[in-house]
């Protein structure tokens, strides 16, 4: 993403993102509240264990009560549920498909496989079958009535209809037929996501996602008062495991995400 800083507010005013942006602020809203409070309280307790925090343990809550409520259902002991699960994760944060897990999950393949929706299994073609047409009967030679499920009786003639019959496709059927199978091969090469790549997006400081264009940007300054653009400061970043966690964080608890994580430039290390 690319952030329009003001240095002088340490404030970020907007940002251009990519698709692979929006799609991970996107998948946000994908992700289970018991997911969101461990994944967080697992980068804080990392963090605070490295700068040798002796208040570790204040460290580790997700914002609000959500910290508290993760931990205290997974204390509880196995004769207070309804059904002894043997990972009490999979009940507490359940891993929905969502684009923001790689990175929210990052460092753990096994919850981020999981995560991974299998592949659409594609359509069994279509099958059509007619009676055999018997002597004596108005379908001889000429049937006039098809199914497509095996062994249902003709209605002329009453004989079982399973005679397969081949599909001809003429060429119109033929290139939608191409173009259908060439998107879904699109879509398996990781083109798929929420958003479409045709634009660039607006993210604002409090993650409002809208279409990219010059005179909305300029509005934009224009609203923000922006008087000197000397002041003004192109920063670009790029999402990581850490970035994720603290926009995930920032995003449950603020109305200017990308100026808490980001602040204008100062290195997210310092932020912690």
Not at 35 to 45: E, G, N, S
Not at 104 to 131: D, I, Q, V
Not at 160 to 166: G, S
């Amino acid at each position: 993403m690319k952030l329009l800083v003001d240095r002088r507010s340490r404030r970020v005013l907007y940002a251009e993102a990519r698709k692979d942006a929006v799609d991970f602020l996107v998948g946000l809203l994908r992700v289970p509240a018991g997911l969101a409070a461990r994944v967080i309280a697992k980068h804080a307790a990392g963090a605070a264990d490295g700068a040798g925090d002796v208040h570790a343990d204040e460290a580790h809550a997700a914002p609000g009560s959500l910290g508290t409520l993760y931990a205290g259902a997974k204390a509880l002991g196995d004769e207070f549920f309804v059904a002894a699960a043997p990972d009490r994760d999979a009940v507490l944060c359940p891993a929905i498909p969502s684009a923001a897990l790689a990175l929210l999950l990052e460092g753990e393949p096994a919850a981020a496989a999981a995560a991974t929706p299998p592949p659409a299994t594609p359509a069994p073609p279509k099958r059509y079958f007619r009676c055999a047409g018997p002597y004596g009967t108005s379908c001889r030679g000429n049937p006039t009535c098809v199914t497509d499920v095996a062994g249902l009786p003709c209605p002329v003639c009453r004989q079982p209809m399973t005679v397969e019959m081949r599909w001809s496709p003429g060429d119109a059927h033929g290139k939608l037929a191409q173009a259908a199978a060439q998107e879904a091969a699109a879509a398996s090469a990781g083109a798929g996501g929420y958003v479409k790549e045709v634009v660039s997006y607006l993210v604002m400081d409090d993650l409002t996602v809208e279409p990219m264009s010059t005179i909305s940007a300029i509005m934009l300054l224009k609203k923000f008062k922006v008087a000197d653009c000397s002041a003004l400061e192109e920063l670009t970043v790029d999402l990581g495991h850490k970035e994720a966690v603290l926009l995930l964080k920032a995003a449950l608890e603020s109305k200017t995400a990308l100026t808490d994580v980001f602040c204008g430039g100062v290195s997210i290390d310092r932020l912690e």
